[in-house]
């Protein structure tokens, strides 16, 4: 088992880190003894959380420069190894000793690249982090973005989904992880972030075709979803 030296907190308050000479607000959920540091959509995924989540971890949520009133001047100068530098900035100001890391889609793939880099991290939640879903994996998740999203989520993400329109085989590794990879991060903000900076942040990630292709459209598709979920219920304590 782990722990964390941080010290003990109230629930739900307020916290803040500085980067760059910027102040960015990190929100804090529950009181349990293990420390949870969720990266991106810091205030979408907390309201998912259950009370015996909250009761289990301590989760510091911030979405960073991804939220339209602490957006970048020149977000175009961001790499995915930039982006995981900052966080791992953010978890030593928040004197995170042990913790895990939680991203949602995208920065699934975000909080892998923290873990590589950061000795403090004991364990890594990827929640819906894969380029092909079957049926019951988009009803979930658009059943839970649509109730709790905000406007400019939801403005982005219908952009994103006319471009999901152009991809005959979903579940072709190329194929899906060339549109993941180019259109996901428009996803990460509450404002439209330009194809410039996306080509910048996801440079040098290069995913395994194989795997990816092995994983996400043969072993995950055939997972089924409420079946898994009612499982991590159990395991997370959802």
Not at 148 to 166: C, F, P, S, T
Request: net charge neutral; aromatic share 14%.
């Amino acid at each position: 088992m782990f722990s964390s030296s941080t010290s003990p907190l109230k629930k739900n308050s307020i916290q803040t880190v500085s980067l760059n000479h910027q102040k960015y607000p990190v929100r804090v959920e529950g009181y349990g003894p293990f420390v949870c540091f969720s990266i991106g959509t810091g205030t979408l995924i907390p309201n998912m959380l259950s009370e015996r989540f909250k009761e289990t971890f301590t989760v510091y949520a911030t979405d960073l420069y991804w939220d339209q009133d602490y957006k970048l001047p020149h977000p175009e100068t961001l790499t995915i190894e930039q982006i995981a530098l900052d966080l791992q900035f953010v978890a030593q100001q928040l004197e995170l000793k042990k913790y895990i890391i939680m991203g949602h889609s995208c920065f699934g793939i975000v909080a892998l690249e923290v873990a590589k880099r950061d000795p403090h991290v004991q364990g890594v939640m990827m929640i819906a982090s894969c380029p092909a879903w079957n049926e019951e994996t988009w009803k979930f998740t658009k059943d839970y973005f649509d109730k709790h999203a905000d406007a400019g989520r939801k403005a982005n993400n219908e952009k994103r989904h006319a471009h999901y329109e152009l991809v005959k085989k979903p579940t072709d590794s190329e194929i899906s992880l060339t549109v993941y990879t180019r259109d996901s991060a428009k996803y990460w903000a509450n404002y439209e972030i330009d194809d410039k900076t996306i080509e910048n942040v996801w440079r040098g990630l290069v995913p395994d075709d194989v795997i990816v292709n092995h994983f996400f459209a043969r072993f995950y598709p055939s997972i089924p979803l409420r079946t898994a979920l009612r499982k991590s219920a159990v395991l997370f304590c959802f």
